[in-house]
């Protein structure tokens, strides 16, 4: 359902300002091979943009139903399959790990030493459930090029895109590698939400990718989200790029999307659409459901968009990340995305309790539910630290709210 910006409290020549600025700044200059951004208020699409190409070497251009990576946006899709979880009673934000992961019971620190020859000392605390979800866990990703620890992990190619042994391989060989930090002391980005699919899988019975694709995608009508791109939706899915050393974009190499998976990735391992995620983002920000389809409760929703970093504290106190897909100041952590804590302190227009998170290819969504606005924006340009576009596109969509709800 569309309607008229104007009509919801949109200045429609400030939204055309965005496509401008999109056109401009990044898609004609060659930064970015194309954008595709949704705006939506009140559960009604005010404004969509489709620029560029979805694939610079055959000219094909992006469209709207165009199939992109997603990468870490789709770590709230599996936060909010381990919550309903935790709704039916099948487990609790505070049940240690090990209960359903027993190798995990000993898991030790680290305190020096090499790959191989690492030194380890007992955890203050267990690692619980709640650690996964908001990135306290102690584990960590081997792209952070950060610690002994994460050489490890290139090392042994712990991840699930890299585990021939699917996901009980890629949590055993998690196992026997020490925490990075006593779990619930730091904020780490990191595999934690891969384990949490891992375990709905484990906790329900039932596939990862089954219980994603009955319980969530199917019903909210995510037609074209899925761990791989079928023969049917193959010509939709857009080439991904790198910048290279000419100033120029360079086809992604590695995993195509196209073949089924084994090891489905619960922390980046889906693709999707705009129109797709924002089924998504109106379901949470109606409170856990679309329509006649209800995924969690609203006092559910409530609790995984609020901050839970120990003692209330914000990404710039906790991280010793070197990468995220959010800034640090002013913004907490819920179960499953970044959450405004400090509206001044980001130094950005937006509103108490926003939530959002991004994807590797440059991807980002965002959630505002005092303005009841739901943003998507999809191109494919790896990594995505590398321009401030999600600042920019919060300012400019921020800017065009001419009624606002605060």
């Known amino acids: 359902m569309t309607a008229k910006p104007e009509s919801l409290g949109l200045c429609s020549r400030r939204l055309a300002r965005v496509d401008r600025f999109l056109a401009e700044r990044y898609v004609e200059p060659g930064r970015l091979p194309g954008a595709l951004l949704q705006v939506a208020r009140q559960g009604r699409l005010v404004h969509q943009t489709v620029l560029g190409r979805a694939n610079l070497e055959t000219g094909a251009a992006l469209a709207e139903d165009s199939i992109v990576r997603i990468y870490s946006m789709t770590k709230p899709l599996t936060s909010v399959a381990f919550m309903m979880l935790v709704e039916e009673g099948k487990v609790a934000l505070d049940d240690p790990v090990h209960r359903f992961i027993p190798s995990w019971r000993d898991m030790g620190v680290y305190k020096a030493g090499l790959p191989g020859q690492f030194q380890t000392r007992p955890a203050d605390e267990p690692m619980r459930m709640i650690d996964l979800l908001r990135h306290t866990s102690g584990l ?100 991904c790029y790198v910048a290279n050393n000419a100033g120029g974009l360079s086809p992604l190499g590695g995993r195509t999307f196209r073949e089924p998976t084994n090891a489905p990735s619960g922390g980046g391992g889906l693709v999707s659409t705009a129109a797709d995620y924002m089924r998504f983002c109106e379901a949470m920000r109606n409170g856990g459901a679309l329509g006649d389809v209800r995924l969690l409760g609203p006092k559910t929703v409530q609790l995984m968009r609020s901050n839970h970093l120990p003692g209330g504290r ?19 952590f819920g179960l499953g995305f970044a959450v405004t804590t400090d509206v001044a302190r980001t130094g950005v227009a937006g509103s108490l309790g926003e939530y959002w998170w991004g994807g590797a290819a440059s991807t980002a969504f965002w959630i505002d539910p005092v303005e009841e606005l739901c943003v998507v924006f999809l191109t494919q340009f790896m990594p995505s630290t590398i321009y401030p576009i999600r600042r920019e596109l919060r300012t400019m969509i921020n800017a065009a709210v001419i009624d606002s709800k605060a």
């Open 140 to 239: 960590t990703y081997s792209f952070q090029n950060r610690t002994n620890v994460d050489a490890a992990y290139r090392a042994g190619h712990i991840e699930p895109f890299e585990q021939a042994e699917g996901l009980e391989g890629f949590v055993q060989a998690l196992a026997k590698l020490p925490l990075e930090f006593s779990p619930g002391t730091a904020w780490n980005y990191s595999v934690s939400t891969d384990v949490v699919g891992y375990l709905v899988g484990k906790i329900s019975g039932q596939p990862f990718d089954e219980f994603l694709q009955q319980r969530i995608l199917g019903p909210l009508g995510m037609v074209d989200t899925a761990f791989h791109v079928d023969d049917s939706r193959a010509r939709r899915l857009a080439q």
């Open 314 to 332: 914000d990404l710039a106190d906790l991280s010793v990340s070197l990468f995220s897909e959010a800034p640090y100041r002013g913004v907490g």
